[in-house]
């Protein structure tokens, strides 16, 4: 499709295992976002990847969480050892931030809803 | 530290009348900043930007402005709809930094 793809819409785990978060974003953006929305609560920066320059992992709660970015495309959103507090709606966006004249609208996806039993 | 704030958490308005949801920012490196909506169960969507070196900037039933001076943005929805009813993010960025987005405002509009 032509829009950002995130897998899986929704996972329940138990505390204590890993999960594994995937974005496809919009194909030819090279900025792609990682925010976590929990309940009743706003958009919270996790880790930006821009191009080829060190992701902003500055929003990243913890380091049981850790993201990559494969061949500037596809991005996974990795939480070790889960934790009720994890549960949330994990949003991927992407955009063409960076790019001369443009203004660097997110592009969201629908989100992955994360339930840590 | 919350660079970018909403301090109204909900706002009700009657159908037809104007809704004015604000927005407020403390770093003034920001250089461009937009507004999203998001339903229930959805991604956000991009609704309205603008950029530092203007102050305000229109799309048929919404209009945000932007006042430097004071760091505070806001959006005019006029006339306010029924369809409208969603939570509201404002965001800001300086150049190719990541968007910082504020804790949102509830609308709902009454029939």
């Known amino acids: 499709g032509a829009g950002v793809s995130q897998s899986p819409s929704n996972k329940v785990t138990e505390k204590g295992k890993d999960v594994e978060l995937r974005c496809d974003p919009i194909?030819?953006?090279?900025?792609l976002y990682w925010y976590r929305q929990s309940l009743g609560q706003g958009l919270e920066f996790l880790i930006y990847?821009?191009?080829?320059?060190?992701?902003?992992k500055s929003g990243l709660p913890s380091d049981r969480f850790s993201a990559e970015r494969t061949g500037g495309s596809v991005s996974t959103l990795t939480i070790q050892r889960t934790q009720q507090e994890d549960s949330a709606v994990y949003l991927c966006a992407s955009s063409l931030a960076g790019t001369s004249g443009n203004t660097g609208e997110l592009f969201f996806g629908e989100g992955s809803r994360l339930t840590v039993l | 530290d919350q660079q970018v704030k909403q301090n109204s958490p909900s706002l009700s308005v009657q159908e037809g009348r104007i809704s004015i949801l604000n927005c407020d920012y403390t770093?003034?490196?920001?250089?461009?900043f937009l507004w999203y909506k998001k339903y229930p169960a959805e991604g956000p969507t991009f609704l309205i930007s603008?950029?530092?070196?203007?102050d305000k900037n229109e799309d048929g039933r919404f209009t945000v402005f932007l006042n430097k001076s004071a760091k505070h943005l806001s959006l005019h929805i006029v006339p306010s709809q029924p369809g409208d009813s969603a939570v509201y993010f404002c965001a800001a960025r300086r150049s190719s930094y990541k968007l910082i987005f504020g804790s949102g405002t509830r609308l709902l509009v009454r029939p």
């Open positions: 194909s030819g953006h090279t900025a």
């Open positions: 603008i950029s530092s070196i203007k």
């Open positions: 770093n003034s490196m920001f250089d461009y």
């Open positions: 990847f821009q191009g080829n320059s060190a992701p902003d």
